[in-house]
C-alpha cells in the first residue's frame, strides 16, 4: 500500500503569520522529515512523493519494556501526579493487554491492593492516599479492575457507596462535579455514565437531565465543549458523545454540525488529529477524536459498507511514523516530545479502532432505553468487524479490538459486565 506524500497538502497561513502558524509550521517541518525516510526512492519529486506503507512497524518489544519499567518504580518527578495514581495502573494495564503482553497475578493483586486502598469510605475513588474522592480518579479505578478481571477484584468495589457518592455529585441541571465543589463539566458526566453503567447502578434519579446538559454544550461549530458556551473541544467530544450513546440518546444532538466539526479536526499533511480549530496535531486525539468516530458512525446509522467517515491509513502512518520513540519506547504528543504512559495508551487505542471497524449495524441497533438491562445489551452489540481490517505496514501490528465508548479490549469488558448484571439493579426501569 502506498500514498503520496506532498508538501502541497501543507498549512497555507494566507501570508498572515501568527504565533500559531509558525508552530504549525515547524510541526510540520518535522513531520515532513520522517515522512520523507519513508517515500519510495524512484517516486521522489521536488513536492513529495509516494510512501512505501509496508515499512511501517509497531515497536511491540520497546513498549512493553517502557511499561513495564514505569510500573518497577517512578522517579521523584512524578510526584506532581500523585493525584494521578489509579490512572497509572490504567494507562499501564490498557496498554499491556492490547498490546497482547502477559499480565501476571502478582502485577493484578498489586493493583488491586493499591487501589482498595484508594476507595473512601463514603464511596468513589480517591486520586491519591488522603485525597477526597473524585470521578476522573474513580473512572479510571473502576477501568483498572476491569482489565485485572476475577470476582476477588469485582467484590473490592463498594457499588452501593459508589451509587450514594455519584447521587452527592449531581447537579441539578445533569451534569456531575467532579468532586465536592469541584468544576463542573462534560468529562465529570462521561466519567459517572461509564461507572454507573458498568456497575449496573443506573437509576432514573441519576441520569435526570443528563442527556440534555450535554446537548446544551454542543457548539455552533457543532463539537461539544466542556459546559455550555464554551468552545468545542476534542476530548469533551468524546465524552459526550459517548455518554449519550450510554443513554441511547446520541439524537439529542446536531449530528450533521457534529460530523463536519469532527471530520476538520484530521490534518491532511500529518494524518493525526487535532483537538480544536487550528491546534496542532496530537497523538492523544487518536481516541479522543478517533474514538468518537465509530459512536458517530452508529448515531448516523451508518453501515459498515459505508466505511469511517475519516482516513484510517492516514492517522495509523502518523502513529507509526511519528509518535513512537524508537530508542525508549512508548509513544507520545509529536516528533520533538517525550513518550509517556498517557499518550501510549491514547495512541494505542487510536491505532486499535483505526485498524477494527468497530460498530453496530443499524438493522441490529437496540432501541429500548427504558429497561435496566437495555444497558448492557447495547454496551455488548459493539464488535469488532474482521472483514473491515485495515492494517498499514507488517501484519504484525496489529493490536486487539478496543471498545470505542469504554476504551478497553472486549474480553475483560464482557466479564465484568456479566459479573455486575448478575447483580440485583438499584432501578427497574430507567424512565
Given at each position: 500500500?502506498?500514498?503520496?506524500?506532498?508538501?502541497?497538502f501543507?498549512?497555507d497561513?494566507?501570508?498572515?503569520?501568527t504565533?500559531?502558524s509558525?508552530?504549525q509550521a515547524?510541526?510540520?517541518d518535522s513531520?515532513?522529515d520522517?515522512?520523507?525516510?519513508f517515500?519510495?526512492?524512484?517516486?521522489?519529486?521536488?513536492?513529495?512523493?509516494?510512501?512505501?506503507?509496508?515499512?511501517?512497524k509497531?515497536?511491540?518489544?520497546k513498549?512493553?519494556q517502557?511499561?513495564?519499567?514505569?510500573?518497577?518504580g517512578?522517579?521523584s518527578?512524578?510526584?506532581v501526579?500523585?493525584?494521578s495514581?489509579?490512572?497509572?495502573?490504567?494507562?499501564?494495564?490498557?496498554?499491556?493487554?492490547?498490546?497482547?503482553?502477559d499480565?501476571?497475578q502478582?502485577l493484578?493483586?498489586r493493583v488491586?491492593?493499591k487501589?482498595?486502598?484508594?476507595?473512601?469510605?463514603s464511596?468513589g475513588?480517591?486520586?491519591?492516599s488522603?485525597?477526597?474522592p473524585?470521578?476522573?480518579?474513580?473512572?479510571?479505578?473502576?477501568?483498572?479492575?476491569?482489565l485485572?478481571g476475577?470476582?476477588?477484584?469485582?467484590?473490592t468495589i463498594?457499588?452501593?457507596g459508589m451509587?450514594?457518592w455519584l447521587?452527592?455529585?449531581k447537579?441539578?441541571?445533569g451534569?456531575f462535579?467532579?468532586h465536592?465543589?469541584?468544576?463542573?463539566?462534560?468529562?465529570?458526566?462521561?466519567?459517572?455514565m461509564v461507572?454507573?453503567?458498568?456497575l449496573?447502578i443506573?437509576?432514573?434519579?441519576?441520569?435526570?437531565?443528563t442527556a440534555?446538559?450535554i446537548?446544551?454544550?454542543q457548539?455552533?461549530?457543532?463539537?461539544?465543549?466542556p459546559y455550555?458556551?464554551?468552545?468545542?473541544?476534542?476530548?469533551?467530544t468524546?465524552?459526550?458523545?459517548?455518554?449519550?450513546?450510554i443513554?441511547?440518546?446520541?439524537?439529542?444532538?446536531r449530528?450533521?454540525?457534529?460530523?463536519?466539526?469532527?471530520?476538520?479536526?484530521?490534518?491532511?499533511?500529518?494524518g493525526g488529529?487535532?483537538?480544536?480549530?487550528?491546534?496542532?496535531?496530537d497523538?492523544?486525539y487518536?481516541?479522543?477524536?478517533?474514538?468518537a468516530f465509530p459512536i458517530?458512525?452508529?448515531?448516523?446509522?451508518?453501515?459498515?459498507?459505508?466505511g469511517?467517515?475519516?482516513?484510517r491509513?492516514?492517522?495509523?502512518?502518523y502513529?507509526?511514523?511519528?509518535?513512537?520513540?524508537r530508542r525508549?519506547?512508548g509513544?507520545?504528543?509529536k516528533?520533538?516530545?517525550s513518550p509517556?504512559?498517557?499518550?501510549?495508551m491514547?495512541?494505542?487505542i487510536?491505532?486499535?479502532?483505526s485498524q477494527?471497524?468497530?460498530?453496530?449495524?443499524?438493522?441490529e441497533?437496540?432501541?429500548?432505553i427504558?429497561?435496566?438491562y437495555?444497558?448492557?445489551?447495547?454496551?455488548?452489540?459493539?464488535?469488532?468487524?474482521?472483514a473491515?481490517l485495515?492494517?498499514l505496514?507488517l501484519?504484525?501490528?496489529?493490536?486487539?479490538?478496543?471498545h470505542?465508548?469504554?476504551?478497553?479490549?472486549?474480553t475483560?469488558l464482557?466479564?465484568f459486565?456479566?459479573?455486575?448484571?448478575?447483580?440485583?439493579?438499584?432501578a427497574?426501569?430507567?424512565l
Amino acid at each position: 500500500m502506498s500514498h503520496v506524500f506532498s508538501y502541497d497538502f501543507r498549512y497555507d497561513d494566507n501570508e498572515c503569520e501568527t504565533e500559531t502558524s509558525v508552530l504549525q509550521a515547524e510541526v510540520e517541518d518535522s513531520i515532513g522529515d520522517i515522512y520523507l525516510n519513508f517515500v519510495e526512492p524512484g517516486s521522489l519529486a521536488q513536492g513529495g512523493g509516494a510512501i512505501d506503507d509496508s515499512r511501517h512497524k509497531l515497536l511491540r518489544a520497546k513498549h512493553e519494556q517502557f511499561i513495564h519499567d514505569a510500573i518497577n518504580g517512578l522517579s521523584s518527578n512524578f510526584a506532581v501526579l500523585d493525584a494521578s495514581q489509579p490512572w497509572f495502573s490504567f494507562w499501564c494495564l490498557n496498554s499491556l493487554d492490547m498490546l497482547g503482553c502477559d499480565i501476571s497475578q502478582q502485577l493484578r493483586e498489586r493493583v488491586v491492593d493499591k487501589l482498595s486502598r484508594l476507595q473512601s469510605p463514603s464511596g468513589g475513588f480517591c486520586g491519591g492516599s488522603g485525597q477526597l474522592p473524585h470521578l476522573a480518579g474513580s473512572y479510571a479505578a473502576v477501568m483498572a479492575i476491569v482489565l485485572v478481571g476475577g470476582d476477588a477484584a469485582y467484590k473490592t468495589i463498594d457499588r452501593q457507596g459508589m451509587y450514594s457518592w455519584l447521587m452527592s455529585m449531581k447537579r441539578p441541571d445533569g451534569a456531575f462535579t467532579m468532586h465536592a465543589d469541584g468544576e463542573v463539566d462534560v468529562r465529570g458526566v462521561y466519567c459517572a455514565m461509564v461507572v454507573a453503567s458498568l456497575l449496573n447502578i443506573m437509576t432514573p434519579e441519576l441520569i435526570k437531565g443528563t442527556a440534555e446538559f450535554i446537548a446544551r454544550c454542543q457548539t455552533c461549530e457543532g463539537g461539544i465543549g466542556p459546559y455550555p458556551g464554551v468552545e468545542a473541544h476534542g476530548g469533551y467530544t468524546l465524552c459526550g458523545l459517548a455518554a449519550l450513546d450510554i443513554l441511547g440518546k446520541t439524537d439529542a444532538l446536531r449530528l450533521d454540525r457534529l460530523a463536519r466539526w469532527m471530520s476538520a479536526r484530521q490534518l491532511a499533511f500529518e494524518g493525526g488529529f487535532n483537538g480544536r480549530t487550528n491546534k496542532l496535531v496530537d497523538g492523544c486525539y487518536s481516541y479522543w477524536m478517533g474514538g468518537a468516530f465509530p459512536i458517530l458512525q452508529k448515531a448516523l446509522k451508518r453501515s459498515r459498507t459505508e466505511g469511517y467517515i475519516y482516513d484510517r491509513a492516514a492517522l495509523q502512518r502518523y502513529l507509526l511514523a511519528c509518535c513512537q520513540d524508537r530508542r525508549a519506547g512508548g509513544l507520545r504528543d509529536k516528533p520533538g516530545k517525550s513518550p509517556d504512559l498517557y499518550h501510549t495508551m491514547y495512541c494505542l487505542i487510536g491505532l486499535s479502532l483505526s485498524q477494527h471497524y468497530v460498530g453496530v449495524e443499524p438493522s441490529e441497533q437496540v432501541t429500548d432505553i427504558t429497561s435496566v438491562y437495555s444497558v448492557p445489551v447495547r454496551m455488548m452489540q459493539w464488535g469488532a468487524m474482521p472483514a473491515s481490517l485495515l492494517v498499514l505496514g507488517l501484519r504484525s501490528n496489529v493490536v486487539k479490538p478496543v471498545h470505542p465508548v469504554y476504551s478497553v479490549p472486549y474480553t475483560p469488558l464482557a466479564s465484568f459486565v456479566k459479573y455486575f448484571y448478575a447483580l440485583p439493579p438499584l432501578a427497574d426501569r430507567l424512565l
